[in-house]
């Protein structure tokens, strides 16, 4: 599936299934909930944090897609193509770090 392929289901999911998009500040609320979710099983799974009994049958990749469906609802909102932008990302990435992280003695 590609990030365009992502984007148009979740278009059409809304369109079928949730009657319209919440409007962009409130899915950036839900936005930073469902990252608050994702960040407590983080914290308590590979942090410091113990981790509950109720935790531990907590789904990571669930809460991972969560956070990526909300995101693509604002992408969609705001007529973000991901793919286009997340190629761009990459390539400024590239471009500016491509010796940044290999000559950086912490990572060796």
Same mark, same amino acid.
């Given at each position: 599936?590609?990030?365009?392929?992502?984007?148009?289901?979740?278009?059409?999911?809304?369109?079928?299934?949730?009657?319209?998009?919440?409007?962009?500040?409130?899915?950036?609320?839900?936005?930073?909930?469902?990252?608050?979710? !994702? /960040?407590?099983?983080?914290?308590?799974?590979?942090?410091?944090?113990?981790? *509950?009994?109720?935790? $531990? @049958?907590?789904?990571?990749?669930?809460?991972?897609?969560?956070?990526?469906?909300?995101?693509?609802? !604002? /992408?969609?909102?705001?007529?973000?193509?991901?793919?286009?932008?997340?190629? *761009?990302?990459?390539? $400024? @990435?590239?471009?500016?770090?491509?010796?940044?992280?290999?000559?950086?003695?912490?990572?060796?």
């Amino acid at each position: 599936m590609t990030l365009q392929d992502a984007q148009s289901q979740v278009d059409s999911w809304i369109q079928t299934y949730g009657v319209r998009y919440f409007n962009q500040l409130t899915n950036t609320a839900i936005l930073s909930e469902e990252v608050g979710e !994702l /960040a407590r099983i983080m914290a308590r799974r590979y942090g410091e944090q113990s981790e *509950k009994e109720s935790d $531990k @049958k907590l789904d990571l990749g669930d809460e991972m897609a969560d956070v990526l469906w909300v995101l693509i609802c !604002l /992408a969609n909102q705001c007529d973000i193509d991901l793919e286009q932008a997340f190629k *761009k990302n990459l390539e $400024k @990435k590239t471009s500016r770090d491509s010796n940044r992280h290999l000559n950086n003695p912490k990572l060796k």
